[in-house]
């Protein structure tokens, strides 16, 4: 009989699945959405059942874990020699991040939660923030009324594409953001919801199925994000040439490759019929597709052409402080703008000591889901490729996605096992 501490952790991570992509509504405070205060739930109660006992640390970790802890000590040194008004700011969301967001709550979760229920309720979160992307979307696209500026949120939700077009946001700080969540764990819950046919059979049924993986691709399409609509389908590519090196028969069938096939095809269809219908000559059609191939080809004179500037000023200046980096918060403090690449960003402000631990990390953990027979490896391999190539755009490092499925990976993989 699970105790009454086995029964909360389970029910709060579970939340903290759920809430992952609510980055920005119903957020308590900017620096803190709800999957924030739901982990601190989580940290509390784990160290209530520790001191009474109840709860050990987990055996879940791998070597390459070491290398995140020596990333924070490589941040906290590089806060130590080059201190600035923001340094213990962002130490703390090192820590918050790493320490506990990915190490502590690794070791809780392989504990706690069957690796089926961890994916079920991930795939439940996708379809509910994929409903609520398509009907915020639509009804504003529709009607003109925008129910963001009824949701409690941090941040004003009023990016449009061509001034048209509303730009979907679900939960998240920002649309960018809503692709990182679906090209990650999104992904993952995906293909999880063909496989999942446990519960009364509603799930095994394909007029379910494909309705829903339309919604959650269109879902995904009303972003309007150039990063994720390059780095996903670049991540399947990757995923599929890692593939032909190793065994995949436990992941994938011809069946579901039939399947996504036929969804991807359906969408292109009706989207064809949509532009057929809308732009009746080839400039009118570049006047759409223009803005979107620009930002992906960097060309743009708007977010594009800020980002590049910020590389270009990133790689100028990492030369100055290469080991030790310029000390973190450093930008913050100074008043300049963010690298928007989280590896620029780490590289500037926490110098070689702090990058090259993470870079190695994140090339390990790669390689220990190619290696592992893991059921949906290919999908936890493109997940994964998709949200470390989302970092090149954004500084944000503290949005969960990635992270989490690395979580989810490692508690799939060692309780499958157990079961071998």
């Known amino acids: 009989m699970k105790s009454k501490s086995n029964l909360l952790l389970r029910n709060l991570i579970c939340?903290?699945?759920f809430f992952?992509?609510?980055?920005d509504s119903f957020s308590l405070s900017e620096k803190l959405p709800l999957h924030i205060v739901i982990l601190g739930a989580i940290v509390v109660v784990f160290i209530i059942a520790f001191l009474n006992g109840k709860k050990n640390l987990s055996r879940a970790y791998k070597?390459?874990?070491?290398?995140?802890?020596l990333c924070f000590i490589g941040v906290c040194l590089s806060g130590l020699l080059n201190p600035n008004g923001k340094t213990v700011n962002y130490v703390i969301a090192y820590f918050a991040v790493f320490i506990i967001g990915y190490l502590l709550l690794k070791g809780i979760v392989a504990q706690n939660i069957n690796w089926q229920t961890l994916l079920k309720i991930n795939t439940i979160a996708l379809i509910f923030v994929a409903l609520f992307t398509i009907f915020e979307f639509l009804i504003e696209f529709l009607t003109g009324f925008d129910i963001q500026t009824f949701i409690p949120r941090e941040n004003p939700a009023r990016a449009t594409y061509l001034l048209r077009f509303p730009r979907a946001y679900g939960f998240a700080h920002e649309p960018t953001i809503l692709a990182f969540y679906f090209n990650t764990l999104g992904l993952i819950g995906l293909w999880k919801l063909w496989y999942w046919n446990s519960i009364g059979r509603v799930f095994h049924r394909y007029w379910l199925?494909?309705?829903?993986?339309?919604?959650?691709?269109?879902?995904?399409?009303?972003t309007f994000s150039a990063a994720g609509f390059v780095f996903l389908p670049c991540s399947i590519i990757l995923a599929n040439c890692l593939k032909k090196r190793h065994n995949f028969s436990r992941t994938i069938s011809p069946r579901l490759i039939f399947l996504v096939v036929l969804s991807i095809v359906i969408v292109t269809l009706l989207l064809s019929i949509v532009y057929l219908n809308i732009f009746q000559s080839r400039e009118i059609i570049n006047e759409y597709t223009d803005p979107l191939r620009n930002k992906i080809t960097l060309q743009s004179d708007g977010q594009a052409s800020r980002r590049v500037t910020a590389w270009i000023n990133s790689l100028d200046n990492i030369p100055k402080s290469p080991v030790f980096g310029r000390g973190v918060g450093y930008q913050s403090d100074a008043g300049l703008n963010?690298?928007?690449?989280?590896?620029?960003?780490?590289?500037?402000?926490g110098g070689?000591?702090?990058?090259?631990?993470?870079?190695?990390?994140l090339c390990i953990s790669l390689l220990r889901i190619t290696v592992s027979n893991v059921q949906g490896k290919l999908w936890f391999m493109t997940g994964?490729?998709?949200?470390?190539m989302h970092l090149l755009v954004i500084s944000t490092f503290y949005h969960p996605f990635l992270w989490i499925l690395l979580i989810i990976f490692s508690t799939c993989n060692e309780q499958q096992k157990i079961y071998e």
Do not use: Q
């Open 63 to 69: 070597p390459e874990d070491f290398l995140v802890i």
């Open 15 to 17: 939340a903290y699945i």
């Open 20 to 23: 992952a992509s609510w980055t």
């Open 384 to 388: 994964f490729l998709a949200g470390a």
């Open 352 to 361: 070689l000591i702090s990058f090259f631990p993470i870079a190695l990390f």
């Open 209 to 222: 199925k494909i309705p829903l993986t339309l919604i959650a691709i269109f879902a995904w399409l009303s």
């Open 338 to 349: 963010s690298s928007l690449n989280w590896y620029l960003f780490l590289m500037l402000e």
